[in-house]
């Protein structure tokens, strides 16, 4: 499975982004994807996962602001970040997984700052 990540970039406090990962590749269901984050100098962590049943898991500290969904058709992933705080600033990974398969993306870079 492949994943190509989107949509990062630079955001003032308050505004918005929207990332977007597509996978490609050998897709097979049930499976999740999702985003992870990791900021400078901290682990990387859960942001929000959906399932293709589309069971959503996520962190607390977005809850409100952050939204996920997939397209299943396109096996696409997005997520819609509204009032971005700075400390919201990470590289952002998209993640696929079922059993027995991880993959990762290659990070897309979400900097919030005025």
């Known amino acids: 499975v492949q994943l190509q990540a989107s949509g990062g970039g630079l955001v003032q406090p308050g505004g918005s982004l929207r990332l977007s990962c597509a996978a490609s590749g050998s897709i097979s269901s049930p499976n999740v994807m999702g985003w992870h984050r990791q900021a400078p100098g901290k682990q990387r962590e859960l942001v929000a996962s959906i399932t293709t049943g589309g069971y959503i898991n996520s962190a607390d500290s977005v809850k409100g602001r952050f939204a996920i969904s997939r397209d299943s058709a396109k096996n696409t992933v997005y997520l819609q970040m509204n009032s971005l705080e700075p400390e919201d600033t990470a590289v952002y990974y998209c993640?696929?997984?079922?059993?027995?398969?991880?993959?990762w993306g290659q990070g897309t870079l979400v900097t919030v700052s005025s």
């Open positions: 993640n696929w997984h079922r059993i027995g398969a991880d993959y």
